[in-house]
C-alpha cells in the first residue's frame, strides 16, 4: 500500500478521534445539569475569561437545550466511527473504504467553499485544499485499480 493511501488513513483515524472526543465531551455536557452553567463555575470561569475559544465555546452551548445536545453528541460520534471505518478499509485498501472517503468527503466540498465566500480565512483554504487533494486521489486510485481490473 502506498504511503499516500496510509497518509489518508491516518489522517481520517485523526478525524475520527476528533469527533468521538467531541461527541464524549458533549454526551458529559448532556449528563452534568451543571454544564450549562461553566461559565458561571469559579475554575472554569476563570479558565474561560483567559481563553477567548473556552469563552465562545461556553456561550455557544448555552444556545442548545440538553436533547439538542444530546443529538449533536450522537452525531459526531457516529461521524467519528464512519471515519475509523473508512481509515480501517483505506489501510487495508478496500475500494468500499475508497468509494465511501469519496462521497464523505465530496459531501463537504460545496460547505466548504460556502464558507469561503462569506467569511474568508486561510485556515478554510487549507481545508479545502486538503480536502480536494484526499477526494481526487481516491478517485485515481479507484481508477487505477479498475484499469488493471479491467486489463485482466
Known amino acids: ?6 497518509t489518508i488513513a491516518c489522517l481520517k483515524i485523526l478525524r475520527g478521534t476528533i469527533a468521538i472526543t467531541i461527541g464524549m465531551s458533549l454526551f458529559l455536557v448532556y449528563r452534568n445539569s ?3 452553567s461553566w461559565i458561571d463555575h469559579p475554575q472554569l470561569g476563570s479558565l474561560a475569561s483567559k481563553d477567548p ?3 465562545m465555546l461556553f456561550v455557544w452551548l448555552e ?15 457516529l461521524m467519528g466511527v464512519l471515519r ?5 478499509g483505506i489501510w487495508l485498501n478496500k475500494s468500499w473504504a475508497h468509494w465511501l472517503a469519496v462521497f464523505s468527503g465530496f459531501i463537504y466540498i460545496p460547505f466548504e467553499i460556502n464558507e469561503l465566500i462569506h467569511r474568508f480565512s486561510w485556515l478554510m483554504v487549507l481545508v479545502l485544499l486538503i480536502n480536494t487533494i ?3 486521489y481516491l478517485l485515481y486510485v479507484l481508477h487505477t485499480k479498475r484499469l488493471v481490473k479491467l486489463s485482466l
Open 84 to 88: 475509523w471505518v473508512e481509515a480501517s
Open 1 to 6: 500500500m502506498s504511503k499516500s493511501l496510509k
Open 134 to 136: 484526499v477526494v481526487t
Open 34 to 36: 451543571e454544564a450549562f
Open 63 to 77: 444556545n442548545f437545550n440538553q436533547e439538542q445536545i444530546l443529538s449533536i453528541a450522537i452525531l459526531a460520534s
Open 53 to 55: 475559544f473556552l469563552q
